[in-house]
């Protein structure tokens, strides 16, 4: 009985052995496997967040995507296919029109002259209009936006886009585009700061930058000022 007992105990020793053994190979694997695995997904990332941003250029505080037209109502138009603009609103119109929990859009086929309302939006206590760009009909919308309509707020440049346009004429291309439209951006966030701190009589800032009180926070006459000011079209300059 006593030599099964010793066999025993020799094969258990074995055995564990072996079992510390694996148990030590697959940890040394997984420190050397683990970070290359991780290196190779944060290069990944890194590369889908470079292709993503490599269009996009600071205007200020503010945030623009090259390579398009931009408004004075604070919308910018695409060139696509098929003679077609596709519209959305700017970082200065994403950060005065926070929170949007509705939007609307004009139907397709819907005819518009440059001033008319192309969306609607509703927000806390405030609803604000975003005027068409230039004469266009309109050919698709953003249904997204129906059933997230934060899309406007969080990703405005791209899938928080309002409609596909046909525009009327070539007017979409006296709009500023480039180095101008980046300078004319990055002015006009300066002007909104000064027009809070001067003409509403409103000043709030956090280590230098202009921080833009919530649209429920404002008077209804100031919120109709901020907004026939800076989400209203103009005439060309």
């Given at each position: 009985?006593?030599?099964?007992?010793?066999?025993?105990?020799?094969?258990?020793?074995?055995?564990?052995?072996?079992?510390?053994?694996?148990?030590?190979?697959?940890?040394?694997?997984?420190?050397?496997?683990?970070?290359?695995?991780?290196?190779?997904?944060a290069?990944?990332?890194?590369?889908?967040?470079?292709?993503?941003?490599?269009?996009?250029?600071?205007?200020?505080?503010?945030?623009?995507?090259?390579?398009?037209?931009?408004?004075?109502?604070?919308?910018?138009?695409?060139?696509?296919r098929?003679?077609?603009?596709?519209?959305?609103?700017?970082?200065?119109?994403?950060?005065?029109?926070?929170?949007?929990?509705?939007?609307?859009?004009?139907?397709?086929?819907?005819?518009?002259?440059?001033?008319?309302?192309?969306?609607?939006?509703?927000?806390?206590?405030?609803?604000a209009?975003?005027?068409?760009?230039?004469?266009?009909?309109?050919?698709?919308?953003?249904?997204?936006?129906?059933?997230e309509?934060g899309?406007i707020?969080?990703?405005?440049?791209?899938?928080?886009?309002?409609?596909?346009?046909?525009?009327?004429?070539?007017?979409?291309?006296?709009?500023?585009?480039?180095?101008?439209?980046?300078?004319?951006?990055?002015?006009?966030?300066?002007?909104?700061?000064?027009?809070?701190?001067?003409?509403?009589?409103?000043?709030?800032?956090?280590?230098?930058?202009?921080?833009?009180?919530?649209?429920?926070?404002?008077?209804?006459?100031?919120?109709?000022?901020?907004?026939?000011?800076?989400?209203?079209?103009?005439?060309?300059?």
């Amino acid at each position: 009985m006593e030599p099964l007992v010793t066999f025993g105990e020799s094969a258990l020793v074995v055995i564990v052995g072996l079992l510390l053994r694996l148990l030590i190979a697959l940890v040394g694997l997984a420190i050397v496997v683990v970070p290359l695995v991780a290196l190779f997904k944060a290069i990944r990332y890194g590369t889908s967040v470079r292709e993503r941003w490599q269009d996009v250029a600071h205007a200020g505080k503010l945030l623009m995507v090259r390579g398009r037209y931009y408004a004075s109502g604070h919308t910018w138009l695409a060139q696509e296919r098929l003679n077609a603009l596709r519209v959305g609103i700017d970082d200065l119109a994403r950060h005065l029109l926070t929170g949007v929990r509705a939007l609307s859009v004009a139907e397709p086929g819907t005819e518009l002259r440059r001033g008319d309302t192309l969306a609607v939006v509703t927000m806390d206590g405030r609803t604000a209009r975003i005027a068409t760009p230039v004469d266009a009909t309109v050919v698709d919308v953003n249904d997204e936006l129906g059933r997230e309509p934060g899309l406007i707020n969080r990703d405005p440049y791209r899938k928080g886009w309002l409609a596909l346009l046909a525009p009327l004429g070539g007017e979409y291309k006296r709009l500023k585009t480039g180095e101008e439209a980046r300078q004319w951006l990055a002015a006009e966030d300066e002007r909104l700061a000064r027009f809070f701190e001067t003409s509403l009589g409103t000043a709030a800032a956090d280590g230098g930058e202009f921080i833009l009180p919530a649209p429920m926070l404002l008077k209804p006459d100031q919120w109709e000022a901020v907004t026939r000011e800076f989400l209203e079209e103009r005439p060309h300059a």
